[in-house]
């Protein structure tokens, strides 16, 4: 089955506990993404990614990382989590950046920073 | 900077009834896309419609769709014949095509909660 996968699903976690947010699509997508979901804000974009080893900063880059060093994997990196990362995480992947080429959103990964 | 609002935080149908959900957006670039998505409380995000913003018509799904109105910078949603399924938080979002800087990214606007009744 066609799908993107996030792990863990749930979180709670204290400041400045280091913590990793995994996905993983299974497509063969060039495209992915991370976007952070929150009250009266909608989504907005954290990271993407054009290719391997390709990433550039979306609208709110602050306090996050990612990698791409595999075409499957684009994890989210939190070095120090503060409670305003308190959000809804959802990375997203796509073949490219079309009108056609539908960006598949993960289940999403809940997080507390406490 | 591109922006997309959504002026109507929550609304509600009856079963059966037709329903339009508003957006607007701000852009100063003349070839884009739109699109609606579906976020039921599962939080799982579906891809509703999506329309070009070079294409004239308005684009159909079904029961769902769209009334463009590329001057006025409008994109609303009309849900026909409600269903108790259609339950969800409605997101209106844009993006730029592939060629230009950070082409992909989705903008969102803020969201419209819809909750059909029986």
């Known amino acids: 089955e066609a799908q993107v996968t996030q792990n863990p699903r749930y979180l709670i976690t204290v400041t400045g506990k280091k913590l990793t947010v995994t996905c993983s699509q299974n497509?063969?997508?060039?495209?992915m993404s991370w976007y952070r979901q929150d009250p009266g804000l909608g989504l907005r974009q954290i990271y993407y990614?054009?290719?391997?080893?390709?990433?550039d900063k979306g609208d709110v880059p602050e306090g996050y990382k990612v990698s791409r060093k595999e075409k499957r994997n684009f994890p989210l990196i939190l070095e120090s989590p503060s409670p305003n990362q308190t959000s809804l995480y959802f990375c997203?992947?796509?073949?490219?950046?079309?009108?056609?080429?539908?960006?598949?959103f993960g289940p999403g990964t809940r997080l507390l920073v406490l | 900077a591109q922006t997309v609002t959504q002026s109507q935080p929550e609304m509600s149908v009856q079963e059966a009834e037709t329903v339009t959900l508003s957006c607007t957006y701000d852009?100063?670039?003349?070839?884009?896309?739109l699109f609606w998505y579906k976020q039921p409380p599962s939080r799982q995000m579906i891809l509703v419609i999506r329309?070009?913003?070079?294409?004239?018509q308005n684009a159909t799904e079904n029961r769902f769709s769209v009334n463009f109105q590329k001057a006025a910078k409008s994109f609303s949603l009309k849900i026909s014949d409600s269903q108790l399924g259609d339950t969800a938080m409605y997101f209106c979002?844009?993006?730029?095509?592939?060629?230009?800087?950070?082409?992909?990214?989705?903008?969102f606007g803020q969201g419209t909660e819809l909750s059909v009744k029986p």
């Open positions: 997203a992947s796509s073949p490219g950046t079309g009108f056609r080429e539908t960006q598949y």
């Open positions: 497509m063969n997508h060039e495209y």
């Open positions: 990614s054009m290719n391997v080893e390709v990433t």
């Open positions: 852009t100063s670039e003349n070839n884009y896309y």
């Open positions: 329309q070009e913003a070079y294409k004239q």
């Open positions: 979002a844009f993006m730029k095509p592939s060629f230009y800087n950070q082409g992909g990214k989705l903008i």
